[in-house]
C-alpha cells in the first residue's frame, strides 16, 4: 500500500497476476472437462456400435446334406448362416482337386461323368444334368437361420453303389471358398474342405477379394 492510501504499483500487479492464473487454471479445468467429456462419449458411442455389430454378426458355413432341397433322396451341398444377423455372400468359389469350377456343370464333368459301378444304372454325365438342382450363388443375402443350397442332386434310380460312388468322389475331393460381409460391411474370408471341422473363427478382411473363377449356377 502507498503512503497516500492508494495500492501501490507491486500490489496491483500481483493482484492482476493472481486474477490472469486464476482464468488460465479454469479455463484449463473447463479444456480437461471437455475433452474427458468428449472421449467418455466416444467411448460410449464405440462401445454402443461394437454391441449393435455384435448383435447383427453373421456367420456363413459349408453344409451337406442326405436329401434335395425339396426333400427327396439325394444330396445338397449348401451354406447355411448360423449367426444372428444377415450374410451378405459377395464371392463365391468351388472347387475340386483343387480346380476352380465355373458351375455346377464343370463341377460334375471334372468329377463324376465318369463314375458308375454296375451296367444297370450307370452315372453318367447327363444323368447327372438331368437330375440337377441348383440356386444363385454369390450377391444374394442369407438371413439368420437360412439355408442356400448351391447344389443338389437327385438319386433317382441310380443304385445304392454308383450313388455312395457318385457322392464320394465328389465330396472327398471338394473345397469352397466365400466371403460374406454384415450390415456393417465387416467382412471374413472362409475356406472349408469337405469332411474337415468348420473354422469358427474365420478372417476379417477389409474388402473380398474376387476370384479369378466364380462358381455360378447362371443359365440353368
Not at 444372428?84 to 464343370?106: D, Y
Amino acid at each position: 500500500m502507498s503512503q497516500n492510501g492508494l495500492p501501490s504499483l507491486l500490489d496491483r500487479h500481483w493482484a492482476e497476476s493472481a486474477l490472469a492464473i486464476g482464468a488460465i487454471m479454469i479455463a484449463a479445468v473447463s479444456l480437461w472437462v471437455a475433452y474427458d467429456t468428449e472421449r467418455t462419449n466416444r467411448e460410449l458411442v464405440a462401445s454402443e456400435q461394437q454391441l449393435v455389430a455384435a448383435n447383427s454378426w453373421p456367420f456363413a458355413q459349408f453344409a451337406e446334406n442326405d436329401s434335395t432341397p425339396g426333400g427327396a433322396a439325394g444330396m445338397s451341398l449348401m451354406l447355411i448362416n448360423s449367426g444372428i444377423g444377415p450374410a451378405k455372400i459377395e464371392t463365391f468359389e468351388v472347387r475340386w482337386r483343387g480346380q476352380a469350377q465355373s458351375g455346377p456343370q464343370a463341377l460334375l464333368r471334372a468329377c463324376c461323368s465318369a463314375v458308375g459301378l454296375s451296367a444297370d444304372h450307370p452315372v453318367n454325365l447327363q444323368w447327372l444334368l438331368d437330375n440337377l438342382q441348383v440356386s444363385a450363388t454369390s450377391g444374394v443375402v442369407l438371413r439368420p437361420g437360412q439355408t442356400l443350397p448351391f447344389l443338389g442332386l437327385l438319386q433317382g434310380s441310380a443304385s445304392q453303389a454308383n450313388w455312395d460312388a457318385l457322392r464320394a468322389a465328389l465330396l472327398d475331393n471338394l473345397s469352397v471358398q466365400f466371403c460374406y460381409c454384415s450390415a456393417f460391411d465387416i467382412c471374413w474370408l472362409t475356406k472349408h474342405d469337405f469332411g474337415e471341422s468348420r473354422n469358427l473363427n474365420p478372417p476379417q478382411v477389409a474388402v473380398c477379394p474376387q476370384p479369378r473363377v466364380s462358381y455360378s449356377n447362371a443359365g440353368l
